[in-house]
């Protein structure tokens, strides 16, 4: 069975750093895209970022442009997510998700919460 | 960028109704649309792909359909544990947006 742990969420002041990572099992990683989708509390959800299977391709919504960066280590099968800059609108809840063929996410991690308050 | 709207926001139903949930895309976004359920506290799960064709272990009272700007999510007999918020997400170009959700909720 696929599974993504995601881990790294915390507390952390407004203009800080934050890197989440998301362990996979259960498929062969570097054949899969993998995306970055966030929760804020009470709201929708909003795509984050997205890599290509093999890392050379990266696409992220613009309020995070220049400021998160997407990664991967396929000889580790983790997905990480480098977050810079961070303000209180980046407050969520922040999912990894394994993307199908036709990148619909077809798996999702539980989630981790990233809270950004002085 | 490409919009998604859906409707409605809210819906009340009763268990056994027929419920449909409407996406409309603000460009042509062929048949890359996918349908989520997220119950509260839990991860999203994946329903429908390419706008029609159901998820592996997805019951068969979910369906899609649509192509081009208009896409529907039908329950033909709602369950109980069907009461959820359910997403729509277009696939066809970068940044991959959502829908606002529709949140089902029971009469």
């Known amino acids: 069975d696929v599974q993504l742990l995601e881990s790294g969420g915390l507390l952390v002041p407004p203009g800080g750093s934050l890197r989440l990572s998301c362990a996979a099992s259960?498929?062969?990683?570097?054949?899969?895209?993998m995306t970055w989708v966030r929760q804020a509390p009470g709201k929708g959800l909003e795509w984050v970022s997205t890599i290509t299977g093999s890392g050379s391709h990266t696409y992220y919504t613009d309020s995070v442009k220049g400021r998160f960066t997407i990664s991967r280590d396929n000889s580790r099968n983790t997905l990480y997510l480098q977050m810079n800059s961070l303000g209180a609108d980046d407050t969520a809840v922040y999912y990894c998700?394994?993307?199908?063929?036709?990148?619909?996410?077809?798996?999702w991690g539980q989630g981790t919460l990233v809270t950004v308050s002085s | 960028d490409m919009q998604l709207t859906q409707s409605p926001s809210f819906l009340s139903a009763s268990v056994g109704d027929r419920v449909t949930i409407t996406c409309r895309a603000s460009q042509g976004i062929s048949s890359y649309l996918a349908w989520y359920q997220q119950k509260p506290g839990k991860a999203p799960k994946l329903l429908i792909h390419?706008?029609?064709t159901l998820q592996s272990g997805v019951p068969p009272r979910f369906s899609g359909s649509g192509s081009g700007t208009e896409f529907t999510l039908t329950i033909s007999s709602l369950q109980p544990e069907d009461f959820a918020t359910y997403y729509c997400?277009?696939?066809?170009?970068?940044?991959?947006?959502f829908g606002g959700g529709t949140k089902v909720e029971i009469k």
């Open positions: 997400q277009q696939l066809n170009s970068y940044p991959l947006t």
């Open positions: 998700t394994k993307m199908g063929g036709d990148f619909s996410g077809d798996s």
């Open positions: 259960g498929f062969i990683f570097s054949n899969s895209a």
């Open positions: 390419t706008a029609s």
